[in-house]
């Protein structure tokens, strides 16, 4: 799984991914033995969009200085959005 003996191959990186779905709530842990690895790039596209929202909102929220940072959503709105993706990454998931 880990080619170098560091980084991990798209095989590890899936594990990984796997056990994050399940500490977001997207996946329940008895499901994972039939989520298979998705072919499907829009799954990684909804989950790299709904971290870009939460990551700018929170951001925004806390006052942070970080040069370059989008300006982030309200955070009720940013959680809000982030909830609609939830329901779109689970209809995939399934």
């Not at 594990?15 to 994050?20: D, K, P, S, T």
């Not at 500490?23 to 971290?51: C, H, N, W």
Request: aromatic fraction near 2%; avoid cysteine; charged fraction near 30%.
């Amino acid at each position: 799984m880990a080619g170098d003996g560091i980084h991990p191959n798209a095989t590890g990186h899936w594990l990984m991914a796997r056990q994050v779905l399940v500490a977001l709530g997207v996946v329940r842990e008895t499901e994972l033995l039939k989520l298979e690895r998705p072919s499907d790039a829009k799954l990684m596209q909804l989950i790299a969009r709904r971290q870009h929202i939460l990551r700018d909102a929170y951001l925004t929220d806390i006052g942070h200085k970080r040069p370059g940072m989008t300006k982030g959503l309200p955070l009720d709105e940013a959680l809000k959005q982030a909830t609609q993706l939830d329901e779109e990454i689970r209809k995939i998931t399934r």
